[in-house]
């Protein structure tokens, strides 16, 4: 018998069926056992009167909280089951593994008269046991979000003629300024972990691939201890050719991320906004911009902030969470895109303008950068004078060939995958991620 997902059991009432899934409640009196049965699309409750299926009684006794179970049975309507309003009388229950206790607290429990409350472990703790902890509510559904999320902005760049490429993760030189980069015996010479797919996203521009994007694993030697930072996390990363300006490349993202958080809302929407309290907002387009200087102006004359003049050619984190508070007071708007920043903070592949200013921006959401985007320099001359400025000549030469023999113009950006969803749901890095590294976590 095909096994029925437990979301699809209300369309199969009267029938037999086969449900799998975790233990989630387990009740069992002298009389009568509830089980509460969960997998990745719903919930059902299992009822067994013992008197009338006293064959089920040896195996209810050793079902403990969490064990995996398959159950075969028909499931019937009931007003006065609160789940869902119907229940499923088991004819067998298969065993497929019994629990042991867990280790972990999932959630707070408050106080019974019976019981003390139990505290929820603390993330590390639930970290060390990451698979347990994901068979909550809210971990599944933030993963669900973050499929369609990611789904959606494959499906518009698909729509918009992009291919998909996949580019090494191994790599002969540092991709961004050589430093924070992991490094790796590689037979008899050393290489690095990929801090980006950058290099290769413009080697794809000078073949002529026009629209390209990425999905893939990005490595930063960091050691950041911050609710937003990690060694290791997904990259959504695109380029393309043929653009006017870094404006071009600021309306592609615009359209990826509105068309994202479009699917997200009417799929989730209500969900997110039940378990994490978190408004799914659908951004209105265009989104504000604003260069850095003028930023800096206003978060000074309406918040008192104020920042050195040396840090002022980048965005301070202070700055970048304030200006959450004047985008919505100015605008109305989630995002903010910040332009002008100095070239000593930007990356040398940036172009500039005839004054020297990179022609970039970072985008931020909710007072988080997401995404640092540009036109990048695709002429050979200008690009290797700015490669020779850094410092970084001999490092990326190979780098410096792709724009030997003819590149278009182009630019593009990266999101971080991990970040987007921290966002969305209102949580720290560590518990956004499937498996969060950081400088002291490389396990399990």
Known sequence: MERTYLSDVKNKLGEEIRVSGFVENYRNSKNMAFIVLKDITGKLQITVEKEKQPELCDKLDVITGDSVLTVIGTAVANDYVKLNGYEMTPKDIIIESIADAIPIARKEIPATKKKKAVERSSIDQRIDYRWIDLRTDENQLMFKAQTTLVNAMRQFLLDENFL?????????????????VFEVKYFDRNAYLAQSPQFYKQMAMAAGFERIFEVGPVFRAEKSYTNKHTTEFTSFDLEFSYIDSFHDVMKMEENLVTAGLKAVK?????????LFGMEVIVPEKPFPVVKLAD?????????????????????????????????????????????????????FYHMRDENGIPQGYDLIWRGTEITTGAQREHRYDVLKAQCD??????????????????????????????????????????EAMFLFRGPNRLNP
């Open 295 to 347: 930023l800096y102006k206003g978060l000074e004359e309406e918040f008192g902030y104020t920042v050195p003049e040396e840090e002022k050619g980048d965005l301070t984190t202070d700055a970048e969470r304030l200006s959450y508070e004047w985008v919505k007071k100015h605008y109305n708007h989630e995002f903010l895109f910040v332009t002008d920043y100095s070239a000593e903070k930007r990356a």
């Open 266 to 274: 009417e799929k989730y929407g209500e969900e997110i906004k039940e």
């Open 389 to 430: 400025e850094k410092g970084l000549t001999d490092d990326v030469k190979f780098y410096l060939d792709f724009f030997k023999y003819g590149c278009p113009p182009h630019g593009g950006f990266a999101i971080g995958v991990d970040r987007l969803t921290m966002l969305l749901v209102g949580l720290h890095i560590k």
């Open 164 to 180: 998909e490429i996949h580019t090494p993760k191994l790599i002969g030189a540092a991709s961004e300024s050589g430093s924070e």
